[in-house]
């Protein structure tokens, strides 16, 4: 029977692989959107959340000290300071034991000889956010490592009378040794030997004129290259393309304006026009008119943060906001809800 069509289900989450689904960096708040999402899908699963040593680092500062104090009550479990694996050996060790279910979109390819359990039906469950439709979760098989190992050839062995080996016989290595032949010398007749005197004579005297030092001119030497003009023309690096789901949101310009007129911490109003599966779209009016995209994370909508944005915004809303932080790659700002 399936793991997840038990009655009791026990699941393993991977929580910085959850926490970086289609972005760069980890959020918090992705991940506890993801875990509330699946267990209001599955009402009594027990959920095992597992994230890397380097996680309360990587996030955003305003989330580390949610993270502290989730790890502090047991919400989160780290795995031990220099554990081999990482984080992912811990999440197949502890799944394997509770012969449990893994959350994750990683197909953990170093492990597959260790954990063959990946393949069996529903152990391995995958997710991510749709956009208007929030997470959604699906029995996925991981993807089986290409490179193979090369066979070994066996060595066979027998002993001297013929007999094969068994456990327990003792062998000793013996050089081989090559048989001497013996050899048969011509004997040369009398009148040959002169010839060959001759012949022999003859032999010395051009190795002797080889041995002669002979001058060799030189050639003469290469003329130098010319120096390459400073005027020639300078081929411009190639554009490095943005990397991928890091695309700039607002107008260069617009967003040049808006961080002219706002600092970090100030207060600014804004209205709310759309909502994503970890947050709300936050437009806020610049000086000259136009409108300028901001983002509202769940995590800073509220102390302790609303399961959804949707819970304490209505699209239309006009709020009182602060400015938390600004992505000038992709000229974007976070908000924060007074």
């Known amino acids: 029977?399936?793991?997840?069509?038990?009655?009791?289900?026990?699941?393993?989450?991977?929580?910085?692989?959850?926490?970086?689904?289609?972005?760069?960096?980890?959020?918090?708040?992705?991940?506890?959107?993801?875990?509330?999402?699946?267990?209001?899908?599955?009402?009594?699963?027990?959920?095992?959340?597992?994230?890397?040593?380097?996680?309360?680092?990587?996030?955003?500062?305003?989330?580390?000290?949610?993270?502290?104090?989730?790890?502090?009550?047991?919400?989160?479990?780290?795995?031990?300071?220099?554990?081999?694996?990482?984080g992912d050996a811990f999440i197949l060790k502890i799944a394997d034991r509770i012969k449990g279910v893994v959350l994750s979109n990683d197909s953990f390819q170093e492990f597959h000889d260790e954990y063959p359990w990946l393949f069996d039906d529903g152990r391995l469950i995958?997710?991510?956010?749709v956009k208007g439709v929030g997470w959604v979760f699906t029995p996925r098989l991981p993807v089986r490592n290409t490179k193979t190992?090369?066979?070994?050839?066996?060595?066979?062995?027998?002993?001297?009378?013929?007999?094969?080996?068994?456990?327990?016989?003792?062998?000793?290595?013996?050089?081989?040794?090559?048989?001497?032949?013996?050899?048969?010398?011509?004997?040369?007749?009398?009148?040959?030997?002169?010839s060959l005197k001759v012949e022999m004579a003859e032999k010395k005297t051009v190795k002797a004129a080889k041995r002669s030092p002979v001058k060799v001119a030189k050639a003469p030497p290469k003329p130098k290259k010319a120096a390459k003009s400073a005027e020639a023309p300078v081929t411009p690096p190639p554009v490095v393309a943005l990397r991928r789901g890091r695309h700039p949101v607002n107008p260069e310009a617009d967003?040049?304006?808006?961080?002219?007129?706002?600092?970090i911490g100030s207060r600014l109003e804004g209205e709310v026009t759309a909502f994503t599966s970890h947050g709300a779209v936050i437009k806020v009016a610049l000086k000259n008119g136009r409108l300028i995209e901001c983002y509202a994370p769940t995590t800073s909508l509220g102390d302790p943060a609303p399961a959804r944005a949707r819970d304490v915004l209505q699209r239309g809303d006009r709020r009182n906001f602060r400015l938390v932080a600004v992505d000038a790659e992709r000229r974007i700002a976070e908000l924060a809800l007074l």
Not at 126 to 129: C, L, N, T
Not at 173 to 187: G, I, L, M, S
């Open 126 to 129: 995958g997710g991510k956010p």
């Open 149 to 194: 190992s090369r066979p070994v050839k066996k060595l066979s062995v027998t002993l001297s009378d013929g007999a094969k080996p068994s456990i327990g016989t003792t062998l000793t290595p013996v050089k081989a040794t090559k048989k001497k032949v013996p050899t048969k010398v011509a004997k040369v007749p009398r009148k040959a030997k002169k």
């Open 255 to 263: 967003f040049a304006l808006f961080r002219s007129a706002h600092r």
């Open 1 to 86: 029977m399936s793991p997840i069509r038990s009655s009791r289900l026990r699941v393993v989450v991977d929580g910085s692989n959850f926490a970086t689904e289609g972005r760069v960096t980890p959020s918090l708040a992705q991940l506890d959107e993801a875990v509330r999402a699946f267990v209001d899908e599955h009402p009594n699963a027990e959920v095992i959340v597992v994230a890397d040593a380097s996680f309360e680092h990587r996030v955003a500062p305003n989330e580390r000290a949610h993270f502290k104090s989730a790890e502090l009550a047991g919400e989160i479990v780290t795995p031990p300071a220099g554990a081999i694996g990482r």
